[in-house]
């Protein structure tokens, strides 16, 4: 198996924003939260977020999926990368600040909704969030969106702890297939901003053997 999972390093971030750029561009909700355009001081806020996680945030863990037959260049070798959070005590949550190329409004429409959400749902509760898994597009369906989900699942089985998790409609499967389970469906309405279709999130969960 070419496969392999590695730990995420600060070395690997540009990469990863790569990923992340080509995974969320197919989306049909891209143009109505993200129309750009994006200066340099969007890309450098973006790029700080995942900084301080690397190198404050203590809960936070990052691992990447990487395809040891690319041989030519390390840097296209990662094909997936994860984030989550372990938390052993309740979090505390706060909202999430868009930069310049985003629409201010409709993004704290749905990001405020999904955090009201999660607040809900597992806010006051010790829990791992599996916050981010994004595959290169042309590496999906190999397994390494799997790779990462049981890596994150094997993690809170040690712990004991549930995984809380916000899944679109293209990951949604996926998920399901890895034994999570849903818990509610959270709808926000777009169309004063031109999306034709409800924006769908499932906030899903998993729970550890035993508990």
């Known amino acids: 198996m070419p496969l392999e999972l590695r730990?995420?390093?600060l070395a690997d971030l540009p990469r990863g924003l790569?990923?992340?750029k080509l995974a969320y561009a197919p989306n049909p909700f891209t143009p109505f939260l993200?129309?750009?355009p994006?200066?340099?001081e969007s890309k450098k806020m973006r790029s700080e977020y995942f900084i301080k996680a690397l190198e404050q945030d203590q809960t936070a863990r990052h691992v990447k999926v990487i395809d040891t037959e690319i041989e030519d260049d390390e840097n296209e070798q990662m094909v997936a990368w994860a984030k989550v959070h372990v938390y052993k005590?309740?979090?505390e949550l706060s909202p999430r600040v868009f930069g310049p190329g985003s629409n201010v409004e409709a993004c704290e429409k749905?990001?405020?909704g999904i955090?009201?959400?999660r607040t809900r749902l597992v806010g006051a509760k010790p829990h791992v969030y599996l916050?981010?898994?994004q595959t290169h597009p042309t590496q999906q369906g190999r397994g390494a969106g799997t790779t990462l989900i049981q890596w994150a699942l094997e993690q809170a089985q040690e712990l004991g702890l549930p995984v809380y998790l916000e899944a679109s409609p293209d990951g949604h499967g996926l998920y399901l297939r890895n034994g999570f389970q849903d818990v509610d469906l959270l709808e926000t309405d777009l169309s004063q901003w031109g999306a034709k279709d409800m924006h769908r999130i499932w906030n899903m969960m998993w729970y550890p053997k035993g508990a």
């Open 7 to 9: 730990v995420f390093t």
């Open 18 to 20: 790569e990923i992340e």
């Open 34 to 36: 993200f129309p750009g």
């Open 38 to 40: 994006f200066p340099e």
């Open 89 to 91: 005590e309740p979090p």
């Open 110 to 112: 749905l990001w405020g």
């Open 115 to 117: 955090l009201a959400q």
């Open 131 to 133: 916050h981010m898994l």
